[in-house]
């Protein structure tokens, strides 16, 4: 039961462009959601998140937004570039006693084009 | 400030054995997560630690277990290996300040291969 979904396994943009990454998730007890960046041999890195209340959030060339009644949030990067190549993952947290379990998404590739 | 430190970042075994992977949070950090990242199901909860006592816990069999150390070092086992516990083994802490939300520090990861 695939509680978040990526359903693009991969994205190509070019450099200056506009990256759009989507999730969506199907648990309502979903509270927050957080996208990491993930290069090959790392661990994930946090980018940025959004609780349930809020329906779009900020941090420099990073903006994620979120609609409840649909389910779906997406990040959004402006503009794009090529050290942005990575894989993204979509996660979400149900707040309450869940603290550091997150729920990932399958991951979208991205790749930046000079 | 160091970042999460897991050894050792690459170990091979054969089935049946068992098998043990460290993790040092960074310095401060009382939460320590444990994730499986397979390229068939993506990156899946294993259990969660706090003041040595684990507070949440995923699907997986008893084989998969845990231990957080009064200086909030964690260690994860798993018995009886299955070539399906092939996989990374991530790490992540947090400051657990409270709040229901955790922004998660992730290590480099332990690439298991079963054969």
């Known amino acids: 039961d695939q509680q978040v979904k990526q359903n693009s396994p991969s994205l190509s943009v070019q450099e200056g462009r506009i990256s759009i990454l989507n999730c969506d998730y199907t648990n309502s007890m979903f509270d927050y959601f957080l996208w990491y960046k993930k290069y090959p041999a790392e661990g994930p890195t946090f980018l940025i998140s959004i609780s349930s209340i809020k329906d779009k959030n900020e941090d420099g060339r990073f903006t994620v937004f979120l609609n409840k009644s649909a389910k779906h949030l997406s990040l959004h990067i402006v503009p794009s570039q090529p050290g942005d190549s990575a894989v993204y993952f979509c996660?979400?947290?149900?707040?309450?006693?869940?603290?550091?379990?997150?729920?990932f998404g399958q991951g979208t590739i991205l790749t930046v084009h000079p | 400030k160091a970042g999460v430190t897991q050894t050792p970042r690459y170990l091979i075994k054969t089935r049946g054995q068992q098998v043990t992977l460290s993790c040092s949070p960074i310095s401060g950090h009382r939460s320590v997560s444990w994730y499986q990242q397979t390229p068939g199901q993506g990156l899946q909860f294993l259990f969660e630690y706090f003041s040595e006592t684990q507070r949440n816990k995923g699907n997986f069999p008893g084989r998969f277990s845990g231990r957080q150390f009064s200086n909030s070092r964690s260690e994860m086992n798993v018995s009886t290996l299955e070539l399906g516990d092939s996989a990374l083994y991530l790490c992540?802490?947090?400051?657990?300040?409270?709040?229901?939300?955790?922004?998660?520090?992730f290590g480099s990861g332990t690439q298991l291969s079963v054969l």
């Open positions: 996660a979400a947290n149900a707040g309450g006693t869940s603290y550091g379990k997150l729920t």
């Open positions: 992540a802490s947090s400051l657990a300040l409270g709040t229901a939300i955790e922004k998660l520090f």
